[in-house]
């Protein structure tokens, strides 16, 4: 049975997301703080993590951030009473696979958690390494190298680069990449997917102004070949 790891301190909370999760087939445990929530993914990681934001102790932030560090395929969606693009934007960026803001509705975290694990199955297709031109990537290090040299990338980044190696030589718009990858679908911008696509180039390309590799379809969006 897969299992869900809430972490939440509201104690009402807490009983309305275990009553969610378990009427719907998993098995849930409840952390009431950030460093409870470490605890128990360290004893055992779990299928996915819901975790508010606003935690006694150690943020939420942090616990993400710990998180993604030592298991970066491990779907997190982030709940918080916030709604301002920039706490989205920040979250994201350190690696939270979706973003949903109190209150919620309950289909709609459900359908969220399903689609973050989703793609993260999707992502576990991908092999361990990968080797693109005189570049060695690890996925589960989170590791790129060139000629040895060690390239820092962010998570994000790493995500995008995932999903392009398992969509390789097929379009993909920018509203796939959002929906696919950031799993946040009123996200602020497509323009963030551009961004992405040109810090990549400029990290992975010979000569980024002529992409052999992340290519643009006008139009369309992008193809990795």
Request: overall charge positive.
């Amino acid at each position: 049975m897969e299992r869900i790891l809430v972490v939440e301190d509201d104690r009402a909370v807490q009983k309305a997301l275990k009553r969610l999760f378990v009427s719907n087939g998993y098995a849930v445990e409840i952390a009431h703080n950030g460093n409870e929530g470490l605890g128990s993914f360290s004893a055992s990681v779990p299928s996915a993590v819901v975790l508010d934001l606003r935690l006694p102790g150690m943020q939420g932030q942090d616990v993400c951030r710990e998180i993604k560090s030592r298991s970066p395929n491990l779907p997190v969606v982030v709940l918080s009473a916030s709604t301002d693009v920039v706490d989205k934007v920040l979250l994201l960026e350190i690696g939270a696979d979706d973003y949903v803001t109190k209150p919620f509705s309950p289909r709609e975290l459900l359908a969220r958690v399903k689609a973050s694990m989703r793609r993260a199955g999707r992502s576990s297709a991908v092999p361990e390494t990968y080797v693109l031109d005189d570049i060695s990537i690890n996925f589960t290090k989170m590791e790129l190298t060139q000629n040895g040299k060690l390239i820092a990338l962010t998570t994000q980044e790493f995500k995008v680069l995932r999903f392009f190696i398992q969509n390789k030589d097929r379009v993909v718009s920018r509203e796939e990449l959002l929906n696919e990858v950031w799993g946040y679908r009123n996200y602020p911008s497509t323009r963030t997917v551009d961004n992405h696509i040109l810090r990549l180039r400029q990290k992975l390309e010979k000569d980024p102004s002529r992409p052999l590799h992340f290519k643009t379809v006008h139009g369309s969006g992008y193809k990795f070949v």
